[in-house]
C-alpha cells in the first residue's frame, strides 16, 4: 500500500525584514489513493510546490500530518522519489550513471544496476545515449532521464514538480503521452503539480484546484476519461468539458488574487 | 476533372514566383557596415580578426616601449630597450645562474599555494556547505583578507626566522584567505535542487556532502586555485624581500641597488611569463579532468 494522506497541513513561513509571516498552505486535507494519478493544479505562487516538497520530506509542515502508506513523513527517503522542473541530472555523471545513482547508494551489485538501466534506457528510447553527458542532451530527453533515474529506485511514490514545464509545446505533448503509457504500465501512485489545466486534464485521475495564497485546495474533480489515454483524448468533447470547468474556477482564484490588497495577504 | 488539372498548375506558377522574388531580394541585399559588423555589443568576431588583434595587444605594448627606447626619448637608466632587456636577461641566465633563482622562487610559490590549497580547499567546502563553520570563519577570514602580507613580515621573522619558511609564509598568507572564500562561494552555489534530488533517491547527509556536494564543486574548485597561483605569483617580491639570497624577486631588489634596470625588466618578464605558464598548465588540466563542463572561465 502507498497512499497518500495529507491531514490538515499549514505552512507558515516566517516574514522578512519585519513583515508579517507568509502561510503558504492553509488547512489541506487530501487522501490520494494506491496506484491513483493525483494532479495539483494552482495559479503560481499558490504553494503546490511547497506541498510537494512536504510530501517528499523535503520541509516540514507547521502544523498537521503526511502519511504515505501509512507511514508519517519524518523526513526525505527513497520510497518517495521526485522529478524537478529545472533539468537536476548531475553534469558530471553520464547518462547511465544519473540513472544508476539511487542504486549505487544502496550498493547494488554491478549487474544488478545494468539490468535495470538498461531496462529504462530501452522504456524511454535513450538507448545509445548511455554514455553520453547530460549536456550535450536536449531538454525533453534530459527530462526523460530524470524520470528513470526516479523510476530506477522503484519508489512506491512519484512526487513530479512541473516536470514539462520548462519544454516546448511540441515536447510536452509527446513527453505526456509517454508518461501516461509507462504510468498504466506500472501504476505507481503520482502526485503531479503543474499549472497547465490541459496536462492536469490529460495525465489524472483526479485533479484538485488550489487557490491563491493562502494555498487551499478550492475542488476536487475526477476525471472520469476512459485509459488509455492518447492524443485523441485532448480533442474529446469530455476533455474540453472538463478543462473549461477547472479553467473558470482558476480564473477567479487568479482575479481574487490580483484583487486582494498586498498586506492582508498573510492573514488570509 | 479539368479542375483537377489546373490546381496544381496554379500552385506551380506562384511557387517561381515566390522563389524568383526570393532570388531577386539575395542579390540586393545590402552590406552590413563596418560598425555593425564589429561595433554591435556581444557580436562574435571572425576567429582570424580576434587572434590579429590579440596579437595586435603584445605589438603594440613592444612598439611603444621601442619607440620610446630606442629613440632615446626616455633615457635608457629609466627605460632599455627591447634588446637590452632581452640581452640582460640572457646574461643572467648563461653568467649569473638565473636558473637556480627561477627555481628558488618557483619552490617558494609551489610550496606556499599548495599548503593554502590543502588546508583552504576543504576549509572553504565546510564553510560552503554548512552554516556552522560559515559563521564561525567567515567574518574572520574575511576581516583578514585585508591585511596586507608584507606588514606581518616582522612577525613571520619573529616567530618563524629568515629562512625559506618565512618566506613562503608569506605566500600562504596571501593565497590561503582568498582562496578560502573563493571555495566557499563554489559549495554554496551549488544547485539546491542538486542536493533535493539526492535526498530523494535515498541518501544520506554524509553521502549528499560527498557524492554531490563535492563532484559537483570540483570545476569550480579547480577553477579557483588557478585564480589564486595566479595571485600567489604578485606575491614573490614581498615574499623575498627580507634575508633572501636566491630567487626572481631578490635579483630584482638587488638589481634596484645597483640600477641595473634592464635586469629588473628582465626578472619581471620571467615572472609574468611563469604566471602565464602555470595559468595554461591549470586550464589544460580542468579540460582534462571536466570534460563534461561547459568551458574554462577567462
Known sequence: MSDILIDHVEMMFAGQRGMPPVIALQDISLAIADGEFACIVGPSGCGKSTLLKAVAGLVRPTSGRILVGGRLVLGPGADRGMVFQSYTLYPWLTVRQNIEFGLQLRRLRRDERRRISDHLLTLMGLEGFANAYPRALSGGMQQRVAIARALANDPEVLLMDEPFGALDAQ?????????????????KTVLFVTHDIDEAVFLGDVVYVMTARPGRIRARVVIELPRPRTFATMTSEAFIKYRNQILAMIHEE????IQQPVNKQAQG | MPQRDGTPRAGYQSTTVAQARVRESDVTLPQESWIARYLTPRRSIPSSVYTILSVLGFVGVLAIWSALSYTRLVKPLFLPTPTEALAALWELLVRYGFLKDIWASTYRILAGFAIAAVVGVPLGVLMGSFKLFEALFERLIGVIRYLPASAFIPLFILWIGIGDAQKIAVIVFGSFFPLVLLVMDVAANVPRDYLDIAYTLGASRWQVFWKVLVPASLPGIVDSLRTILGWAWTYLIVAELVAANAGIG???????????TPRIIAGIVTIGILGLVSDTIFKQLYKWLFPYAERVNP
Do not use: D, F, N
Not at chain 1, 487568479?254 to 488574487?257: D, V
Open chain 1, 254 to 257: 487568479s482575479l481574487r488574487a
Open chain 1, 171 to 187: 515536447t510536452r505533448t509527446v513527453m505526456q503521452e509517454l508518461l501516461t503509457t509507462i504510468w498504466e504500465q506500472y501504476h
Open chain 2, 250 to 260: 631578490y635579483m630584482i631588489i638587488e638589481s634596484q641597488r645597483y640600477i641595473e
